[in-house]
């Protein structure tokens, strides 16, 4: 079955910029997909089809994917984007399988 | 507005069976993709089923043969029966839609909390 690989944790200052990755053979060719999981709460989805946001996301959010990394870039960071952060792709391949990511625990320091 | 409300979530002894239900407003369960997701306490996200439009079901390794989706298209609800539940069962589970039949998750209910243990 297909993996996806994340970094367990990232820290950054307020303002600047957040880089969270996800690594996966070939997940160029993949559409990945994005959420932001706060304590507590359902996860939101911030970034789709690699790097489409939904309405309500703010522009900050931004995603790329090439070769086996995709990137979820959050600039300008604030205190409230402190959450956990998923990837995720549909393995279709075999049989009909959703895949997420380990997550990533953003720390606005 | 959509809105997905899981319920049926409680404590069962492990070999035990328990049935979810998610109760959809603003849209309707049959004609579009629905998922199962659970999340372990203090882990990561698990993709557990999908049931497709058409009615076609795929499941995660772990829980083949043991869990079933289904929907209720008369009262707008998707299920999902968990038998032979083990301890590694026990998680928050989330019924989630798929974005315009495709595969990413675009809204999500508040979970409901399966336990097992004896």
């Known amino acids: 079955s297909y993996v996806l690989t994340q970094p367990p944790s990232v820290s950054v200052a307020p303002g600047k910029t957040a880089r969270i990755t996800c690594g996966g053979n070939?997940?160029?060719?993949?559409?990945v997909h994005w959420y932001q999981q706060k304590p507590g709460q359902a996860p939101v989805l911030v970034i789709y089809?690699?790097?489409d946001r939904p309405s309500g996301i703010p522009e900050r959010f931004s995603g790329s994917n090439s070769g086996n990394t995709a990137t979820l870039t959050i600039s300008r960071v604030e205190a409230g984007d402190e959450a956990d952060y998923y990837c995720?792709?549909?393995?279709?391949?075999?049989?009909?399988?959703?895949?997420f990511g380990g997550g990533t625990k953003l720390t606005v320091l | 507005e959509v809105q997905l409300v899981e319920s049926g979530g409680g404590l069962v002894q492990p070999g035990g069976s328990l049935r979810l239900s998610c109760a959809a407003s603003?849209?309707?369960?049959?004609?579009?993709?629905m998922s199962w997701v659970r999340q372990a306490p203090g882990k990561g996200l698990e993709w557990v089923s999908v049931?497709?439009?058409?009615?076609?079901?795929y499941y995660a390794d772990s829980v083949k043969g043991r869990f079933t989706i289904s929907r209720d298209n008369s009262k707008n609800t998707l299920y999902l029966q968990m038998n032979s539940l083990r301890a590694e069962d026990t998680a928050v589970y989330y019924c989630?839609?798929?974005?315009?039949?495709?595969?990413?998750?675009?809204?999500w209910g508040q979970g409901t909390l399966v336990t097992v243990s004896s």
């Open positions: 049931i497709y439009s058409g009615g076609s079901t």
């Open positions: 989630a839609t798929h974005g315009d039949h495709t595969y990413y998750f675009d809204y």
């Open positions: 603003g849209f309707t369960v049959s004609s579009n993709y």
């Open positions: 995720q792709v549909w393995d279709s391949s075999s049989d009909h399988q959703g895949v």
């Open positions: 089809y690699d790097s």
């Open positions: 070939n997940i160029g060719s993949k559409s």
